[in-house]
């Protein structure tokens, strides 16, 4: 019988401190700790964030292992985010998980943190049948900081078709309620205004790009400047037009990710379609893609919202199928904040 492997998976792209152990693809543990002070910035400010991630990465690290019923010693390997993300939060994990490994003499793995979204799929939950992915696949992946169409041939064998030329779906959805008044983040609490609200309220205008490509400043310049002449003739639009606003703009960033997604799925003829990332998480997106199964016939793949949003899980079982490739970093490996998958 084989020797079990087990994972300890480190992430600190942003501003949540997340560590997770796994057996196999199983996962055991999987513990984040949270930074609150950033919502009365409005944003992630780095320098609090890389801060925050010094004063919890050895609790929340201890945490997993412990929960995990393992001592370090049973570890096989330890995987961390290397980017993209913040600079100063990537250098917090990717220091301490280079001290770890070193200190444990196991192997060191980096892992990109938009692959590991998409490798959320295969995390797997003890007495729990998911099923997985089945190569190739599409996976739209959503975020604060991207969007793109991913074409999933195999294992770490991928490729771009297309991605956002400017902002990303998430940013779009943070910046418009900002603009609202709303706090930080602001895409959770559109999603849960706009279920009380009329998505066909009002209309916004969609980006023309060409080919597979998504934009999503356009959306914002035009919903700040429908916003600044509603206010002229009615200091008090928005408090009283808040509900259907947001599910005119949660139905218009939907669409305009929805319509690609289709258009993608046409071209490449596959019909297994995941989506990944924070914004897969929006009741919309996921309503959207389960209409598109039943009138398409997409087998569809949606993660879990623990495991949508950033988790070290998913960075775990990253590591894990490039410790199988015996796909190992070395201990110079530099953080990086700014690549694609």
């Known amino acids: 019988m084989a020797k079990s492997i087990y994972i300890l998976g480190i992430e600190s792209s942003c501003d949540d401190t997340a560590a997770a152990v796994i057996k196999d693809t199983e996962i055991l543990t999987n513990i984040i700790a949270s930074q609150k002070v950033h919502e009365e910035y409005g944003g992630v400010v780095p320098e609090l964030a890389s801060r925050a991630h010094q004063q919890h990465i050895v609790p929340v690290v201890d945490k997993a292992i412990k929960d995990a019923g393992i001592t370090k010693e049973e570890l096989s390997a330890v995987a961390v985010t290397s980017g993209p993300g913040l600079l100063g939060s990537l250098m917090v994990g990717s220091s301490f998980a280079k001290a770890f490994a070193l200190g444990l003499d196991i192997p060191l793995i980096t892992v990109n943190h ?56 998430g940013e779009a959805f943070d910046k418009c309620a900002k603009v609202m008044g709303m706090p930080y983040p602001g895409g959770p609490l559109i999603d849960k205004l706009a279920k009380d609200g009329n998505p066909e309220a009002f209309q916004f205008s969609k980006p023309r790009i060409a080919d597979l490509d998504y934009s999503f400043s356009g959306l914002k310049t035009s919903f700040l400047y429908f916003l600044r002449d509603q206010i002229k003739e009615n200091p008090n639009f928005i ?59 997409w087998q569809i793949y949606i993660p879990k919202l623990g495991y949508s949003l950033d988790n070290a899980a998913m960075v775990a079982v990253t590591g894990y199928y490039k410790y199988l490739k015996q796909d190992f970093a070395t201990q110079d490996f530099v953080p990086y904040a700014k690549v694609t998958v």
């Open 239 to 297: 408090e009283e037009n808040k509900k259907d606003l947001c599910a005119s703009l949660q139905r218009t960033i939907v669409e305009i990710l929805m319509d690609k997604l289709i258009k993608a799925v046409n071209r490449t003829g596959v019909k297994h379609v995941a989506i990944a990332g924070g914004v897969s998480a929006n009741s919309a997106l996921q309503r959207a893609l389960q209409d598109a199964h039943k009138k398409y016939g």
């Open 114 to 169: 938009l692959q590991a979204h998409i490798y959320a799929h295969f995390i797997k939950e003890a007495n729990i049948q998911e099923q997985v992915p089945s190569f190739p696949f599409l996976t739209l992946l959503v975020s604060g900081g991207n969007s793109q169409l991913v074409l999933m041939k195999d294992h770490f064998e991928m490729e771009i078709i297309g991605k956002t030329i400017d902002d990303a779906a």
